[in-house]
């Protein structure tokens, strides 16, 4: 790992962070339709904010999980940390070096082995032909594919690519750790070994975000749980207050749907 960051400052901190897209409203059924309309002025258009007035500060070494129901924005955070994607608003400021595993198969060339593939991702992170080069055989290891690393990475399962990435991931030195549903896929033993490598992460005080619809194992593993809805943080705090929090929010909506649904059959 990296040198230990001081911990009376925030290795990452962000303020007023926004983002949002614009999408149009309705659609072009036709080819033809969109000929006659191309450069229409006046296209009515839906502003969707994927983050809104976000204020996030977290401590060297905090394991943070982040929950919430799809399209809350989670993704879109890990993305303005790792500097993916530019904020519309606002400031993020991070210390140190991010190792992410944002999406299965990001950064890899499925043209390329399985090993090329390791050297492409290890430039991008921006490491030296060497230093992968050092770590080469433990991550072909930990991804269990010594004898697959010299195919074609287009030959690959969706778990071999997440085994490959996650491995590759991990085996760099770096400060902040970002993972964003990555433990949904794979088989259980596979599992199992990436949550004992978070954890040895975590006993050596790396920051890790994980994001995950898992909430047993943000339960387990994280310090502290911000749960995202609508682009904003509805709560912050310690793991076992914020889930049981979101529990009672997705019981509630669960009623109501359920009281609409009676409603609508009566009718």
């Not at 996030?56 to 790792?82: C, D, W």
């Not at 999406?103 to 499925?110: I, K, Q, S, T």
């Amino acid at each position: 790992m990296s040198s230990p960051l001081s911990s009376a400052d925030p290795i990452i901190d962000l303020r007023g962070v926004s983002v949002h897209y614009r999408v149009p409203k309705g659609r072009r059924r036709s080819f033809k339709q969109f000929v006659l309309h191309f450069g229409q002025i006046g296209q009515p258009y839906e502003d969707i904010w994927a983050l809104r007035d976000i204020d996030l500060s977290v401590a060297p070494g905090e394991v943070m999980g982040v929950i919430g129901r799809n399209g809350a924005g989670k993704s879109t955070l890990l993305s303005v940390i790792s500097r993916v994607l530019k904020p519309e608003s606002g400031t993020v400021k991070v210390c140190g070096r991010i190792a992410p595993l944002l999406a299965l198969g990001a950064g890899f060339d499925p043209e390329l082995s399985g090993q090329e593939n390791i050297f492409l991702n290890g430039a991008l992170l921006g490491f030296t032909k060497q230093a992968v080069q050092e770590r080469l055989a433990s991550i072909v290891e930990f991804a269990e594919l010594q004898d697959f690393i010299d195919a074609p990475l287009k030959t690959y399962s969706a778990g071999m690519m997440t085994r490959l990435g996650f491995s590759i991931a991990t085996s760099i030195e770096a400060d902040i750790l970002l993972v964003d549903e990555v433990l949904a896929v794979g088989d259980e033993n596979f599992r199992r070994k990436c949550e004992n490598r978070i954890r040895t992460f975590r006993d050596q005080h790396m920051t890790i975000f994980m994001v995950s619809h898992d909430l047993q194992t943000v339960q387990d593993m994280c310090t502290r749980v911000i749960w995202l809805e609508k682009g904003r943080i509805a709560a912050s705090g310690d793991p076992h207050t914020v889930i049981e929090q979101y529990h009672d929010f997705m019981a509630q909506r669960e009623s109501l749907s359920e009281e609409q649904r009676q409603g609508s059959l009566r009718w």
